[in-house]
C-alpha cells in the first residue's frame, strides 16, 4: 500500500478576512491572498496547513455546510502524486468517489473527494500538486 501524506486540513468559516486574521495570529505565518472558486462556490485562502473555506453564497455546499453545523472542520486532505491512480486504488478498494475524475482546485493544484459515508464520516480530499 502506498502511504499519504498530509497535505491539508480545511475550515469552513463564515469570514475569510477574520479567520485569516486568527490563523496569522495563532502561527505567526501569513496567509495568501484569496482565491475564488466559482464552480465550488468558495472562497479560500491557506495559513500554513490549514485552508480557509468561505462560501459565496448560502446555497453552496460550504454554505450548506456552515447553517447546518456552523463554522469548524470541514475535510482532510491528503497528498496523491498520481491522483488518478490513487483514486481508481481507493475506488477499488471500495472507497466511494465524489468526483470520478480529478478536477481543478484551489492554487492549480488536481483535486478528488471521497465520500464521508465509506470514510468514517470524513469528507477526504485528495490533492495532486501542480
Known amino acids: 500500500m502506498i502511504g499519504l501524506d498530509l497535505d491539508h486540513i480545511a475550515l469552513a468559516v463564515p469570514s475569510l478576512s477574520e479567520a485569516i486574521a486568527l490563523h496569522e495570529s495563532l502561527t505567526g505565518g501569513s496567509g495568501t491572498e484569496p482565491e475564488t472558486l466559482t464552480d465550488q462556490g468558495v472562497r479560500v ?15 453552496t455546499p460550504v454554505g450548506r455546510f456552515l447553517s447546518r453545523r456552523g463554522a469548524g472542520f470541514h475535510h482532510i486532505a491528503y497528498r496523491a502524486p498520481d491522483l488518478a491512480r490513487e483514486l481508481a486504488r481507493l475506488t477499488a478498494a471500495g472507497y466511494e468517489a465524489i468526483d470520478r475524475t480529478p478536477r481543478p482546485g484551489a492554487r492549480g493544484h488536481l483535486v478528488a473527494f471521497l465520500h464521508p459515508r465509506t470514510t468514517g464520516g470524513i469528507l477526504i480530499e485528495l490533492v495532486e500538486r501542480r
Open 45 to 59: 485562502a491557506f495559513v500554513g496547513a490549514i485552508e480557509l473555506l468561505e462560501p459565496l453564497h448560502p446555497d
